[in-house]
């Protein structure tokens, strides 16, 4: 099948794009949605033959959640328990954003247990993407929506990376602007005391820290055995790698200078603008993150991005310098070890 191409913001009948996207979710038919974090990969989240689907067309582990997305809180009244005083000042203070909460699923919730992997927990989120929010406001469906890429592949930020990922294995992409974030939204597991950051993302643990007091929330720093269920999405499987070899170079800038002289066009160099001047005259393919390693932001929109652009130019090997770590990037860096580790 060709997947059909929507651009909603293009449209002058909206309310019928609505209505055909509604139709197609209460047909089991997949859609990829612009989100504020990166591209996800919707279907209705009731419905266990949309779900397989997903897991179908992503290659996706089947014991991997799925993050549940909505467009009002009174959505969740029958589907979680959100009465925790906590949750409550995390959901004033960060909805709609890039926040995902791990909260106890009610019985017979209606969702589908493909979503929740048999575990009874729910991971939601209200994402605050204009283009996301009008087809949840609109469709009034419930859309489990992991990233709408080849499972292990970096995340898609633009509506080009989920073509060329998922052309022809799914129904609809809707055709939006990139990413504003790059990241995927930060996942808290709200089922323990203090709280857990199972992923991190946009908001830190200082964000959180400031609204629920120091303590509040601690990262999730243990090491996920092979066979123990992952309570979130990027915990446990390999995610966000190049087809290239991401090397970390633990060595100096200028001893890399040197090793990258004897490179040719399989090489790339993943950098920042303020080193351009040093780097004339190399015969490889050089990716600038950001301005500097200061402009983390920058750096969080770009990096998926820059390694598809890699993928692209069929580079063997691509070499980074370590970024020094700082309350800003944690979520940065959590994306880079993965992709160097491939796991």
């Known amino acids: 099948m060709d997947t059909e191409i929507i651009n909603i913001s293009k449209s002058k009948n909206k309310a019928e794009i609505y209505k055909k996207l509604q139709q197609y979710y209460k047909s089991d038919k997949l859609v990829a949605i612009p989100?504020?974090?990166?591209?996800?990969?919707?279907?209705?989240?009731?419905?266990?033959?949309?779900?397989?689907?997903?897991?179908?067309?992503?290659?996706?582990?089947?014991?991997?959640p799925l993050i549940v997305h909505f467009y009002d809180v009174k959505q969740l009244d029958?589907?979680?328990?959100?009465?925790?005083?906590?949750?409550?000042?995390?959901i004033d203070k960060f909805w709609p954003?890039?926040?995902?909460?791990?909260?106890?699923?009610?019985?017979?919730?209606?969702?589908?247990?493909?979503?929740?992997?048999?575990l009874n927990t729910l991971a939601v989120r209200m994402p605050s993407n204009t283009t996301a929010r009008e087809i949840l406001k609109e469709t009034q469906v419930l859309l489990a929506a992991p990233s709408a890429n080849t499972s292990g592949k970096p995340s898609p930020t633009k509506y080009e990376h989920v073509y060329h990922d998922l052309?022809?294995?799914i129904d609809v992409i809707i055709e939006d602007e990139q990413s504003d974030i790059g990241l995927e939204s930060t996942v808290i597991d709200c089922t323990k005391n203090p709280l857990v950051i199972a992923r991190p993302g946009e908001i830190t643990k200082e964000d959180i820290e400031n609204v629920l007091g120091e303590g509040s929330v601690v990262y999730n720093d243990e090491i996920i055995d092979e066979d123990q269920a992952p309570i979130a999405p990027g915990m446990k499987y390999r995610h966000y790698s190049p087809e290239a070899e991401l090397i970390l170079y633990r060595h100096s800038f200028e001893d890399l200078l040197e090793l990258l002289k004897t490179k040719g066009k399989e090489t790339g160099?993943?950098?920042?603008?303020?080193?351009?001047?040093?780097?004339?005259?190399?015969?490889?393919?050089?990716?600038?993150?950001?301005?500097?390693?200061?402009?983390?932001?920058?750096?969080s929109k770009n990096l998926y991005n820059i390694l598809r652009?890699?993928?692209?130019?069929?580079?063997?090997?691509?070499?980074?310098?370590?970024?020094?770590?700082?309350?800003?990037?944690?979520?940065?860096?959590?994306r880079l070890n993965k992709a160097i580790s491939k796991k």
């Open 309 to 334: 652009e890699f993928d692209e130019e069929n580079i063997k090997e691509i070499y980074i310098l370590p970024i020094k770590e700082n309350k800003e990037n944690v979520a940065l860096l959590n």
């Open 78 to 90: 029958n589907i979680v328990d959100y009465a925790d005083d906590r949750v409550g000042i995390l």
């Open 167 to 169: 052309n022809e294995k």
């Open 35 to 64: 989100t504020e974090t990166v591209y996800g990969l919707s279907a209705d989240a009731t419905s266990d033959k949309a779900i397989s689907k997903i897991y179908e067309a992503k290659g996706r582990p089947s014991d991997n």
């Open 269 to 299: 160099f993943i950098t920042y603008d303020n080193y351009k001047n040093k780097l004339k005259g190399l015969n490889i393919s050089i990716k600038y993150l950001a301005d500097s390693e200061k402009s983390v932001e920058q750096s």
């Open 97 to 118: 954003g890039p926040m995902t909460l791990i909260l106890n699923a009610i019985e017979n919730n209606g969702i589908s247990n493909n979503v929740t992997a048999g």
